[in-house]
């Protein structure tokens, strides 16, 4: 509402080109709900229309119309700053007056995006075109948050994971993980082997930890969040006994482990075995593991399918990614 109490004088909508086959992910808002938004890769083009619709009988006289790509981090212990790391900016319209309902197209060509989207508790970094019209006393704007995906290989090493743990003539464990470095629809494989046990356990349990970091030297805030408990064992195990691992990571809310980024903040993540003995008391070991995002898999274009069947026949055929269509949860 303006000073005077009458509403804008127009609606400004922003269609986002090919939205009805790209696919869309959920995040969390800051109330709590979920909402779905569309996944777009670092270098691909985001391009669209902006609809400016005038109310009956209504005209707008303005100072100039753009639109921005911006890629920003927000802190949530510093809300007054946003910190910047990606800005772009497309001049729509230059200063003058609607009288009617308008469209302008826009392109942003393979546009850089450094990071993946992320929601946190203490900070959030988003990716989103923002529309200004600018008017003499409060400009309208109009706001539409994308999501990004960042896509990785599989990496070259990729080392298990052995450590033993043990309280002197007490305890005596080892455990082994199958790997060091996961993508979040991959399967932790593990044993545990009971090579000493003196003390009566009760139950044994894995827990998944992420660990959001935010803030530099003294004010480095940590922020634990246990995302998943697996028990993996309920009874006293006995020495040489050995107790197999299988968790699933594609039920659990994950994103790619984020180290340093743009020196704001990182997301790390971790395994934490817990053992409770019959007197409640508990002793863990954690293990840092590395999470990665997995790019879609590949299909194989038969030849028939190609335009030069000549070229086809040589290559052997064309692999493409699959067409990201629907939906994909975290």
């Known amino acids: 509402m303006s000073l005077f109490g009458f509403g804008s004088p127009a609606e400004i909508n922003i269609h986002l080109d090919g ?9 969390k808002t800051d109330d709590g ?27 707008l006289e303005h100072h100039g119309i753009k639109i921005e790509f911006i890629g920003q981090i927000e802190l949530y212990f510093d809300r007054g700053n946003h910190h910047e790391f990606t800005s772009l900016v497309k001049e729509l319209a230059r200063p003058g007056e609607l009288t009617s ?13 450094p990071y993946e989207t992320y929601s946190g508790t203490n900070v959030r970094l988003r990716y989103f075109v923002k529309v200004t019209v600018a008017k003499r006393i409060t400009d309208l704007t109009k ?5 990004v995906h960042t896509l990785s ?9 052995k450590m033993e743990v043990g309280i002197e003539d007490c305890l005596h464990i080892e455990f082994e993980y199958n790997k ?3 993508h979040l629809k991959d399967v932790i494989i593990g044993k545990i082997y009971f090579l000493l046990v003196r003390i009566k356990i009760k139950h044994m ?16 805030f940590n922020e634990n969040d246990t995302l998943a408990k697996y028990e993996i064992m309920d009874g006293a195990p006995v020495r040489g006994e050995s107790i197999p691992i299988r968790l699933f990571l594609s039920g659990y809310d994950l994103t790619p482990t984020m180290r340093d980024i743009n020196k704001k903040f990182s997301v790390r993540y971790y395994l934490n ?58």
């Open 33 to 59: 709900h979920k909402d779905k938004y569309l996944i777009y890769y670092d270098g691909e083009t985001v391009s669209g229309r902006v609809s400016i619709s005038l109310k009956p009988g209504k005209k």
């Open 153 to 161: 290989h599989y990496p070259e090493m990729n080392n298990s994971i």
């Open 205 to 220: 349990e894995l827990a998944i930890i992420k660990r959001e970091t935010t803030g530099a030297g003294p004010n480095t």
């Open 143 to 147: 706001d539409m948050d994308i999501v």
């Open 101 to 113: 309902n308008t469209n302008y197209d826009f392109e942003f060509v393979q546009v850089e995006k």
């Open 19 to 27: 939205s009805e086959k790209r696919r869309q992910t959920e995040i």
């Open 180 to 182: 060091s470095k996961y």
């Open 273 to 330: 075995l817990v053992l409770v003995d019959e007197e409640e008391r508990r002793y863990f070991k954690q293990q840092e593991i590395v999470l990665w995002r997995k790019a879609e898999r590949l299909k194989r274009v038969p030849k028939s399918a190609t335009v030069d069947s000549s070229i086809s026949e040589a290559a052997g055929g064309v692999t493409e990614p699959v067409e990201p269509t629907g939906s994909e949860e975290g």
